[in-house]
């Protein structure tokens, strides 16, 4: 893995277009087996598979962890993530494991991750050697040897887990026999900081910027870069910006730019900077600027956005609120809706055409067939039925 990246901030934008959500939904979700033990001195005792998936990630019951025998590449067990423990959750991480007595250890044998009644494999990985699968949901692929491997002198508390650090299952190498940590993360593994949100709003004639960390590590500080155009031509714009360092908390920083013209529409990017002097980049996001007739009304300052979800997150239902501008007041029909992580619709919140101001509208936490709603991350999308404005913002489910 590269050292460069050891301490880069990842994030998801919470208000970008929903466009760049359902383009940047992967068909295979962001899952992977993390560590497993299945051999030890004298009996074996303590065989589990743990299995780290994000946080907002409702559908386990449709992620299917099969084990392999190797003496004939077929499956012999199979269990739904929804049968895991959960153990932490780190910088939207949660780490999911199970103690499952009986992992063979003849070799070579392995474990395979699918996904939508198998339609789709993950993950197949093997120990001890590699093998091609004959039957199940990896028939016909060939597994992926970790390289590393347990024997009977394994003790019984030692595990074969991924060390490194990142957030997808490539950013890792295998390692071990080491001291095992079901429902944690390995003893020398990092799951980095994400960037929770970037945001740009016009109010008052200046450009207020706001960005929020979930944590950090090794973080220097930030700077600002702005263009007129979405692709070229950033310039800094703002000083060095303090960053926490490294810090479990969330935080959030802030920057006026004062520097800005009526009717013109700025792009920004924020660039983070690591103590070693690396440098990672977010955006770009835009707002555009608006006057009339030289003279800023606060009714047409003001855009038409979300604003805010209260309680989030929430159990069992929260108020979800927006701002229709009076230049919008004349747009075709608004679309209030729910949205889950692979971009689904599972609630129109509310459909019709508003009158100027702030408006409210409670979700209870419920899809349209009644069925409560499973603890995760969901987006709210408010658009209008000609795309005039379109905007997203994150709820948490709890």
Request: charged fraction near 20%; include cysteine.
């Amino acid at each position: 893995m590269n050292s460069n990246n050891a301490s880069h901030i990842r994030f998801v934008i919470a208000v970008c277009s929903f466009c760049f959500m359902v383009s940047a939904v992967q068909s295979e979700p962001n899952i992977w087996i993390n560590e497993f033990h299945y051999d030890n001195e004298k009996a074996d005792l303590n065989e589990f598979v743990e299995v780290v998936v994000p946080a907002s990630f409702s559908d386990l019951v449709n992620v299917t962890l099969s084990l392999y025998n190797g003496s004939d590449s077929s499956v012999y067990e199979t269990h739904t993530l929804d049968t895991f423990t959960p153990g932490m959750t780190v910088n939207d991480l949660l780490i999911l494991y199970k103690f499952i007595e009986g992992i063979q250890n003849g070799g070579p044998d392995g474990f395979c991750l699918s996904y939508g009644g198998d339609e789709t494999v993950i993950q197949f990985i093997s120990y001890e050697g590699e093998m091609t699968a004959t039957k199940g949901p990896a028939d016909g692929l060939t597994s992926e040897d970790v390289l590393v491997e347990e024997t009977s002198s394994t003790q019984s508390d030692q595990s074969l887990q991924l060390l490194g650090n990142g957030t997808s299952y490539e950013d890792f190498t295998w390692g071990g026999p080491a001291t095992s940590s079901p429902g944690e993360p390995n003893g020398d593994q990092t799951l980095p900081v994400f960037l929770s949100s970037f945001t740009a709003d016009y109010v008052n004639e200046v450009v207020e910027l706001l960005w929020r960390t979930q944590s950090e590590k090794d973080n220097a500080g930030f700077f600002v870069y702005r263009s007129q155009k979405q692709d070229e031509d950033y310039v800094k714009i703002s000083p060095f910006i303090q960053g926490a360092g490294t810090a479990t908390q969330a935080k959030t920083y802030r920057f006026i730019d004062r520097r800005v013209e009526p009717e013109t529409t700025y792009w920004y990017k924020l660039y983070q900077q690591d103590y070693d002097g690396s440098l990672h980049s977010f955006g770009p996001i835009s707002v555009s600027t608006i006057t009339s007739g030289g003279a800023m009304r606060e009714s047409l300052c003001r855009k038409s956005k979300l604003i805010s979800s209260y309680p989030n997150p929430f159990n069992p239902r929260t108020a979800i609120t927006f701002y229709i501008s009076e230049r919008d007041i004349a747009l075709p029909i608004v679309d209030l809706a729910i949205y889950d992580v692979l971009g689904r619709k599972v609630k129109t919140l509310d459909y019709g055409n508003y009158a100027f101001g702030e408006q409210q509208v409670t979700w209870d936490g419920s899809d349209d067939a009644g069925r409560t709603m499973p603890a995760g991350m969901y987006f709210c999308r408010m658009t209008t039925s000609e795309g005039a404005f379109s905007f997203i913002k994150l709820i948490k489910a709890k």
